[in-house]
């Protein structure tokens, strides 16, 4: 299939088929369930909320439920094709359920994160203009009331649907979910669905600025697993039981339950958000054989005496976010003889590479391409650049445009032309490769800061910061001097211990700490000492925010 005329879509050895409907695959392995011929019988999704409370859907409910949600957008919604659906719910199994309703109807998904603010919520709902709301009882007032007031002012919402597991909710205009879903037939024709149609809106976490609207596709949501990137790449097998703790609202919590049904895997859910010890308990008490937890979970955990904990059916820890220490990845895999993994990729571009299941682990790095990706290193004039050499990373997308890509970021076509340069996707970030084909990502091109001729990375500096005992939490942005040169300021929040300590003796210690660690080049010149830092939804720090600010602020000395 041609993708924007002189790209093919897919890979050498796929090309993407001209129809496709995910639901197809579920139906297919509802079918092997039904007949005998499922070799591994994990439920399709297993779901707890903590209290004891728990539901297991097979292949074949998740088929049938699945139909019945479809019919209730259908009939009762008036839901068609190419209508946008904003969901709005806690992890409850009804999410998912939701992304296959999507599927079957050809609805285009809309999730969205429930810590999201009023104000965000609002900008989010007028640039979509929704034609149908989902949400849940334990949805904030406040939230709900905003998804209100723009259905009242909007002739194009056709239906506010509301599910109830949880909490009940009896809102005025709103239709109960889960009395329609009980009265609807689970006889529902899925459509025909060009791979090319859109199926999702996925937000991005919002740290280079606002949120971004990017749409994918039934081929790019659906797709990934049959360019053999499962097989060689994350490895989820039809007898796992994969876990993910991502929250509703982002890529990755559909994506990997697309992963996992690709191959007849079974996917984990747990309702609540579990600190360290609690993701713990939730290892021995299921068996979950697969987890893409956040890298704070990791971190948290190995603060928790290990050696209590022996996790029988784990054997696959992977994450993704900001670079994993490389203490905490030394702790848990002593702990638990298995390594933790990280994988690289964008809302945009999907999963891009990561350390295949039985592979090599190497510290810092995110592995190696999925092979269907043309992963490359290049400099300023898209010049691949030898190993060992830092550069723009960078994915060739002609002559063959890597299934998992986006279409577009909605609404904003010059957006969409400046991701891409010559053959290559712009990732946006900085990195190198190695002689062994090892990928590792440095920071954001923005991030770079340049002192004196040098190029200072901000997370080496800050990952040296954060090993001294003042340091809770630390971010290092470009800030100007006096004369309007770049240099590197370091945003401390202080431990408990050293709240009380006169703050220029702080300040000389830290930089003495990096002076010592790592170099004097790399020693931030400012230091202020913050009671918290911005972070996104998904617990990035927001460091252009703190960069305008010092830029914004910024006076020229007058000679």
């Known amino acids: ?99 296959v309703a999507c599927f079957r109807t050809g609805a285009i998904l809309v999730p969205v994160p429930t810590n999201i603010g009023c104000a965000e919520l609002q900008r989010r709902i007028f640039l979509i203009k929704p034609t149908c709301f989902v949400s849940n009882g ?127 895997a079974g996917v984990f859910a747990h309702y609540r958000n579990l600190n360290g010890r609690e993701a713990l308990e939730i290892l021995l008490e299921f068996p979950i054989t697969f987890t893409f937890l956040l890298p704070s979970i990791y971190i948290n955990a190995v603060k928790e005496d290990l050696r209590r904990f022996h996790f029988s059916k784990l054997s696959s820890c992977m994450t993704t976010g900001e670079p994993m220490d ?30 295949p299941r039985n592979g090599e682990v190497r510290i810092g790095s995110v592995g190696q391409p999925f092979p269907s990706v043309d992963l490359v290193i290049t400099d300023d004039n898209n010049q691949e650049v030898s190993p060992g050499h830092h550069g723009r990373v960078m994915v060739r997308v002609k002559p063959y445009r890597p299934v998992p890509f986006f279409t577009h970021y909605v609404d904003d076509p010059h957006r969409t032309a400046a991701c891409f340069s010559g053959d290559f996707y712009i990732t946006g970030d900085i990195g190198f490769k190695d002689e062994d084909g090892y990928f590792w990502i440095l920071g954001r091109t923005d991030d770079i800061i340049f002192v004196n001729g040098l190029n200072i990375n901000p997370h080496d500096v800050e990952h040296c910061l954060s090993g001294h005992p003042a340091v809770l939490e630390c971010a290092v942005v470009s800030s100007p001097n006096t004369t309007g040169q770049e240099c590197a300021k370091a945003f401390v929040v202080l431990s408990s211990e050293f709240q009380n300590k006169e703050e220029n003796e702080v300040i000389t210690e830290l930089q003495d700490h990096m002076m010592k660690n790592a170099g004097a080049w790399m020693k931030p010149a400012k230091v202020e000492f913050v009671d918290s830092l911005p972070h996104t939804l998904t617990g990035k720090i927001k460091r252009k925010i703190l960069k305008e600010k010092e830029w914004k602020s910024f006076k020229p000395i007058r000679y």
């Open 138 to 264: 334990v949805i904030e007032n406040n939230l709900l009331n905003t998804i209100d007031e723009f259905s009242s002012s909007s002739s194009a919402v056709k239906c506010r649907l509301m599910f109830n597991r949880m909490k009940n909710s009896n809102r005025n205009s709103w239709l109960s979910f889960d009395e329609l879903l009980q009265q609807a037939s689970s006889d529902y024709q899925s459509v025909n669905s060009l791979s090319s149609a859109p199926i999702a809106i996925v937000f991005t976490s919002g740290t280079t600025g606002n949120a971004k609207m990017v749409e994918h596709s039934h081929g790019s949501w659906g797709l990934q697993n049959r360019t053999g990137m499962d097989r060689l790449g994350m490895g989820i097998i039809e007898s796992d039981l994969v876990w993910s703790q991502s929250g509703t609202g982002w890529v990755i919590l559909l994506a990997m339950a697309v992963s996992s049904w690709s191959v007849g």
């Open 326 to 355: 490389k203490e905490v990845m030394l702790k848990w895999k002593e702990a638990t003889g298995i390594d933790i993994r990280s994988i690289y990729g964008q809302t945009e571009a999907g999963a891009l590479c990561c350390t």
């Open 1 to 99: 299939m041609t993708m924007d005329g002189d790209s093919i879509w897919g890979s050498r050895d796929y090309q993407v088929p001209q129809y496709f409907n995910f639901a197809d695959v579920i139906d297919d392995w509802a079918e092997k369930e039904k007949h005998g011929d499922k070799v591994h019988y994990n439920p399709a999704l297993w779901w707890s909320d903590g209290d004891g409370q728990e539901v297991k859907w097979s292949f074949q409910d998740l088929a049938s439920i699945s139909k019945k949600a479809a019919n209730v957008l259908y009939t009762v919604a008036n839901v068609t094709s190419g209508d946008r659906v904003m969901v709005l719910v806690p992890r409850i199994p009804e999410y998912w359920l939701m992304q």
